[in-house]
């Protein structure tokens, strides 16, 4: 298939008003017959009908209006059926089409397939076209009506029950919707269950489907959605809109989960939960995601993307509110700073590489290889900015108008931004770079200071990134507070806008010279430079009012312990160490903000610091640095980690929430530095009496760090060795802790098990996912960790293409490394290239990461 050209739009030359379809589910044969009722848009300019169909669709029969058109007009070629205009009536008419699928032998997870029995579907971005002969794209929007016949008890789709029998089950969706969001699911569940009143009195039925034996770990999710649906309404003005709304979990799944209409369907990591199995960050993300496809209802599904270059337009959106979501549920300043370490470590790694696209790409291949952290994270602080620039009134006034304007239709980039401009009259014309340009803009700032008048110097750069060697100005919001020397606040936060390549701002009549607390909240996804010394950095740390400022004070003084540690120099953590020092000291600082100022930046944070600073890398050396600090911090703090760590000990029942998860990771955090200095006899101790999985992984993880897991790894697989979420952290533990000389061995002698049960992808991604975050182990000096990689990615790439594509951004970073490191990613990439039939999927990404 050709790359396909934003530019290259054309609206589909035919309007559909109802697809019907009737399955008949059997493990090797499914039967699908689907009668599409269609009309041509310009009776009198004929066009063919072209539908999307995979090479696995056995065509039976094809009629038009009950008639076999002639055989002379229609064609097969590739993906896409066509069926030409001379044998189309010009008027209204109904294709009928039969094809018959193989779900058993679709192991890429993109169609039709079964799932530990279940049958399942996954349509989103091009599924659709592997069950039947259909225009897939989003554009193209109907309303369906479904039958599906089948003896397993529970048969789902899309929208409202219509009617049931032995056997049998009809569904309908009356909102019209393209095809990546139908699903069918069929197979032995069992529902828990509940309901919801909307704000207008309706009543819905609300479903939980898991296996039998689940019951007691999905009602965490099910109170998740009931606070999604009323937080939708009371923030967004957005009511639920069918009868029901079914959830349903299955195993095997590509991604978290997928909100097709009425019926989400989700990893079962991202809805299983009890204290016993899962971790407090692993309630967080099921809060987020049920969240997240909840509100897609609305952004996505009521109103969705005209093409897939504009995934970022119900991407982005989603991201943006189920972030305010969880802000409102849990502490929003810790949200924040979670979500941009998220950001630096995912997004802006993808825009340091090769692989660095814009928010709304302009050019694809496969459109698999662009659900990214720039899509989704990036797409989701570009609304951001637009928030802060056009205010909290303006913004709400632009979400009306993009629901009562945009309700039914397949929409842009450009919709959404002139929904803005008219609600708020504002020009976004020069904000439009953020959705169009590729790379982290690098705002460096200096100060001038004389005779009360504080200056700041400001300049714009954004590196070239692929296809994209020039980058004009953006407008970029800058928070910014300035604070006196005693400590108190002088200018509260201000935001400027930075328009130009190179502006200054002046602040007169100050008493004394203040330090300048800038990006708070970070309000633009920018790298900021400034020469600050590590006392000004210190004073931020003790006194910004602005949380997420105080926090990156103390990860900026961090960075720069650990870039000098890493290029040699002795001691230099002191002055993070001395204020980390006085924050544990402090208690009127919450134990959340405790916990993130004491965990370190990651290795790959680093890394990535350094690449910025155009020095390259040395991942042995990054290591090492960091481990030392960790000891630096533990040795000088003992005392009070020790005490933090007593005092918080979990007594009484379990509670995922934000106070009990905050106290819980401010131990840990004190746990991991002191299991530097005990030799891990607390880790141990923790590990053999912890009630909850939080604090289990969280001592598991210090003993392989340690080396001495043996005993806790075996008891863990001898207790949970049946329940696959928890063996997946178990594979995934071993790895991503590990010692960077043993990780790889350690990985490969996991793969070996008969429980590396590779085709599933949550087994697959715990296991080589967990090597690619061991930034030493994956940088190993002798290749090891990108061959081990290759290899499997090459082994996967033929099963399930979107699985090895995706891990294949484990290399993403490559070219910032030595001249050696290169030469052996590089060969490891050629190795994966050369594969024959090599996907599509894997075909792209491995050529621009390597052109
Ligand atoms: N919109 C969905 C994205 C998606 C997906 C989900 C599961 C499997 C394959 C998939 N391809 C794309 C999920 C979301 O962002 O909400
Ligand atoms: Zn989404």
């Not at 898991?210 to 999710?221: C, H, I, L, Q, Y």
């Not at 659900?371 to 637009?386: D, F, N, Q, R, S």
Request: net charge negative.
């Amino acid at each position: 298939r050709p790359v396909q050209y934003l530019a290259d739009y054309r609206p589909y030359p035919f309007t559909l008003s109802e697809t019907r379809l009737d399955i008949t589910l059997a493990p090797t044969g499914t039967r699908v017959r689907a009668e599409i009722d269609m009309q041509p848009k310009d009776a009198r300019n004929a066009a063919d009908l072209m539908l999307d169909g995979g090479a696995g669709l056995r065509l039976g029969s094809l009629t038009i209006d009950g008639a076999a058109p002639d055989p002379a007009f229609v064609r097969r070629e590739g993906e896409v059926l066509t069926i030409g205009a001379a044998a189309l009536p010009r008027t209204a008419f109904t294709l009928a089409t039969e094809v018959e699928i193989d779900p058993e032998a679709n192991t890429a997870f993109e169609g039709l397939y079964l799932s530990n029995g279940i049958f399942c579907t996954q349509c989103e971005a091009e599924g659709f076209r592997h069950i039947t002969f259909y225009p897939d794209r989003p554009d193209v929007m109907t309303t369906f009506r479904v039958t599906l016949r089948s003896d397993l008890p529970v048969l789902l789709s899309n929208g409202n029950p219509v009617a049931s029998g032995a056997g049998w089950a009809e569904w309908h969706d009356p909102w019209p919707k393209p095809c990546y969001l139908f699903a069918l699911v069929a197979g032995e569940l069992v529902a828990v269950r509940g309901s919801f009143t909307t704000r207008s009195g309706r009543e819905v039925a609300l479903n939980v489907w898991v296996r039998p034996g689940d019951e007691d770990r999905a009602d965490f999710a099910l109170v998740s959605l009931i606070k999604s649906m009323r937080w939708d309404e009371e923030v967004y003005g957005r009511e639920y809109d069918l009868e029901v709304f079914n959830i349903v979990t299955v195993d095997d799944f590509n991604m978290g989960a997928m909100e097709n209409k009425g019926l989400n369907i989700f990893n079962s990591k991202l809805v299983l939960a009890s204290p016993e199995t899962a971790t407090d960050a692993d309630y967080e993300r099921i809060e987020a995601v049920i969240a997240h496809e909840y509100f897609h209802n609305w952004t996505g599904n009521r109103i969705t993307c005209r093409d897939w270059f504009q995934l970022c337009l119900k991407e982005g959106l989603t991201v943006f509110r189920d972030q305010q979501f969880t802000s409102d549920m849990r502490s929003a300043a810790v949200k924040r700073i979670e979500d941009v370490q998220v950001l630096r470590a995912r997004q802006f790694r993808e825009d340091q590489g090769p692989l660095a696209h814009p928010p709304r790409p302009d050019r694809f291949e496969e459109i698999n290889n662009f659900y990214t952290a720039t899509v989704y994270e990036k797409g989701a602080e570009v609304i951001g900015m637009l928030k802060r620039l056009v205010g909290d009134e303006g913004y709400a006034r632009a979400l009306d108008l993009y629901f009562a304007r945009h309700d039914g239709d397949a929409a842009t980039i450009e919709d959404w931004l002139k929904v803005f401009e008219d609600a708020t009259g504002r020009d976004l014309g020069q904000f439009k770079r953020w959705y169009t340009d590729a790379g982290t803009p690098v705002v460096t700032m200096t100060e001038e200071w004389q005779d009360g008048t504080l200056a700041l110097h400001l300049r714009q750069e954004t590196p070239p990134t692929p296809g994209q060697p020039d980058k004009p100005a953006r407008v970029i919001p800058l928070a910014m507070g300035l604070i006196g020397p005693n400590g108190d606040e002088v200018l509260p936060t201000t935001v400027l806008e930075l328009t130009e390549p190179r502006q200054s701002f002046r602040f007169e009549a100050l008493g004394a010279r203040p330090v300048v607390s800038m990006l708070r909240g970070f309000s633009a996804p920018v790298m900021l430079r400034r020469q600050l010394d590590d006392s000004a950095r210190a004073f931020l740390l003790a006194h910004d009012t602005d949380a997420f400022a105080r926090w990156d004070a103390g990860r900026d003084l961090a960075l720069s312990a650990l870039a000098a540690g890493a290029s040699g120099e002795a001691g230099a953590g002191g002055a993070y160490v001395a204020a980390i020092g006085r924050l544990l000291a402090d208690e009127g600082i919450d134990a959340a903000f405790r916990a993130l100022c004491l965990q370190l930046p990651s290795e790959e944070e680093v890394a990535t610091h350094l690449h910025a600073d155009r020095t390259v890398p040395d991942p042995a050396a990054i290591h090492a640095a960091r481990e030392a600090l960790a000891r630096d911090l533990a040795e000088a703090h003992e005392p009070v980690l020790a005490e933090i760590y007593t005092r918080l000990r979990s007594e009484g029942p379990y509670s995922p929430g934000a106070t009990a998860s905050a106290d819980r990771a401010l131990r840990l955090a004190a746990l991991h530095l002191l299991s530097r200095i005990d030799g891990g006899e607390r880790a141990e101790i923790l590990f053999g009496t912890a009630g909850n999985m939080t604090e289990r992984m969280g001592a598991l993880a210090a003993l392989v760090r340690l080396g001495r897991a043996e005993r806790a790894l075996a008891a863990m697989r001898d207790e949970f060795g049946s329940n696959r979420l928890v063996m997946d952290k178990w594979f995934s533990v071993q790895v991503m802790a590990a010692p960077p000389e043993t990780a790889v061995a350690i990985a490969r002698e996991l793969a070996a098990r008969p429980d590396f049960d590779w085709k599933n992808p949550n087994r697959f991604r715990a296991l080589m996912g967990a090597l690619a975050a061991n930034h030493p182990a994956f940088h190993a000096a002798d290749g090891s960790g990108y061959d081990f990689t290759a290899d499997w990615l090459m082994r996967m790439d033929p099963v399930n293409p979107q699985i090895a594509a995706r891990m294949s951004s484990a290399f993403e970073t490559w070219v910032r490394y030595d001249a050696d490191r290169r030469a052996r990613a590089r060969q490891a990439l050629e190795r994966i290239a050369a594969l024959e039939s090599l996907s599509r999927n894997s075909s792209e990404m491995v050529s621009r990461m390597i052109a």
